[in-house]
């Protein structure tokens, strides 16, 4: 049975995957939760199962601010009680399922892991960089990664894998080779940043600098428990000051399912092309490619070729670059067996 960390937020979906009235069903933590919006708009999420027959919820309806189960019409509110049994006044004690503490922020759906009273809004992991304003345009997707969400953090917190994963995306070009890798401890902050220093212009500078064009480049990573990473993508002239550079940001955030899937949704911020469908269709199909045709097939395959067999028991090695991974995994099961022990 997988451990997983409790007095944290999971973010559970994009809010535009959530329109007034609509109900949608997704596993967290192996539980199979309904997400719903009341006509108000607020969001709740409840256990997808009704205690009656055992019918998913989720494919019932919003009624208000409840949730009516499809096959026989008890309905419940987001705190997870039972508000109507269509067949008596009395509703049997019985009539009550599970809900989980909801929280909307950056353009997210967040869940509180842990017990209700225990909820800090504060702890919610900071993405106004890739929050849609009047001079930021965001993209979002989503994809279910088949492998525990902790090797989604590997691959994350360890970027040098783009010179050979990301050959028809994203290519390194060899710029990584050129660089310098740190790892950051902050507390609940890990950061794990490249510096690349007199290499050819980066791909996201495209348009703005000439190709050819010697640039300072860098990749910062930011990961917070359980595991919502944030990018900064920059580049400015060569010995130049950052400030002054071309800087982009991603969001990648990964969610437990199951014990053996993860959800990974991302989103990319930019401040140019603001009203360009095209440049939107065009960083969706580039990230499909780059997460659906390339990441997946070698995280999945790594996952599978341990057959079993546990992460630390196998002995992974380690290249010091891949130390931002590493760290971010002994982080995880400090915190888990803190709360354990309290």
């Known amino acids: 049975m997988a451990e997983y960390l409790r007095n944290v937020w999971y973010m559970a979906g994009?809010?535009?995957?959530?329109?007034?009235?609509?109900?949608?069903?997704?596993?967290?933590?192996?539980?199979?939760?309904?997400?719903?919006?009341?006509?108000?708009?607020?969001?709740?999420?409840?256990?997808?199962?009704?205690?009656?027959?055992?019918?998913?919820?989720s494919l019932g309806e919003v009624h208000g601010d409840a949730l009516v189960c499809p096959y026989h019409g008890l309905t419940f509110n987001g705190s997870g009680g039972c508000v109507r049994n269509p067949f008596s006044e009395n509703i049997p004690a019985a009539a009550r399922i599970d809900?989980?503490?909801?929280?909307?922020?950056?353009?997210?759906i967040w869940l509180w892991g842990g017990e209700p009273q225990s909820a800090d809004p504060a702890m919610i992991p900071d993405l106004g960089l890739v929050e849609d304003s009047d001079t930021v345009r965001v993209v979002r997707g989503y994809t279910?990664?088949?492998?525990?969400?902790?090797?989604?953090?590997?691959?994350?917190?360890?970027?040098?894998h783009i010179e050979f994963v990301h050959k028809g995306s994203f290519a390194g070009?060899?710029?990584?080779?050129?660089?310098?890798?740190?790892?950051?401890?902050?507390?609940?902050?890990?950061?794990?940043?490249w510096w690349m220093p007199g290499v050819p212009a980066p791909s996201h500078t495209m348009g703005i600098y000439p190709p050819d064009m010697i640039t300072d480049h860098w990749l910062e990573m930011r990961w917070n428990a359980p595991a919502t990473m944030l990018l900064e993508i920059g580049s400015c002239p060569s010995g130049g000051l950052r400030?002054?550079?071309?800087?982009?940001?991603?969001?990648?955030?990964?969610?437990?399912?199951?014990?053996?899937?993860?959800?990974?949704?991302?989103?990319?911020?930019?401040?140019?092309?603001?009203?360009?469908?095209?440049?939107?269709?065009f960083l969706k199909a580039l990230?499909?490619?780059?997460?659906?045709?390339?990441?997946?097939?070698?995280?999945?395959?790594?996952?599978?070729?341990?057959?079993?067999?546990?992460?630390?028991?196998?002995k992974p090695l380690s290249l010091g670059i891949d130390s931002g991974g590493?760290?971010?995994?002994?982080?995880?099961?400090?915190?888990?067996?803190?709360e354990q022990s309290a």
């Open 14 to 57: 994009w809010s535009e995957e959530l329109g007034p009235g609509q109900v949608i069903s997704r596993r967290i933590r192996d539980r199979r939760i309904a997400l719903f919006r009341t006509d108000a708009g607020a969001v709740s999420a409840v256990a997808d199962r009704c205690p009656h027959r055992f019918a998913p919820l």
């Open 99 to 108: 809900a989980w503490l909801c929280a909307e922020r950056h353009g997210a």
């Open 243 to 281: 400030e002054t550079g071309v800087v982009a940001h991603q969001a990648h955030v990964l969610t437990p399912a199951s014990a053996t899937t993860a959800h990974y949704f991302w989103a990319s911020a930019r401040a140019h092309d603001l009203d360009s469908p095209e440049t939107d269709a």
């Open 144 to 160: 279910l990664l088949e492998a525990p969400y902790e090797f989604g953090t590997d691959n994350l917190m360890d970027l040098s």
């Open 326 to 338: 590493t760290r971010a995994r002994r982080k995880l099961q400090m915190m888990i067996k803190g």
């Open 173 to 193: 070009g060899g710029v990584i080779f050129a660089g310098r890798h740190e790892v950051i401890d902050e507390g609940d902050t890990l950061r794990s940043n």
């Open 287 to 314: 990230f499909a490619q780059a997460f659906d045709e390339e990441d997946k097939p070698i995280i999945k395959a790594a996952y599978e070729n341990l057959e079993g067999e546990d992460f630390w028991t196998a």
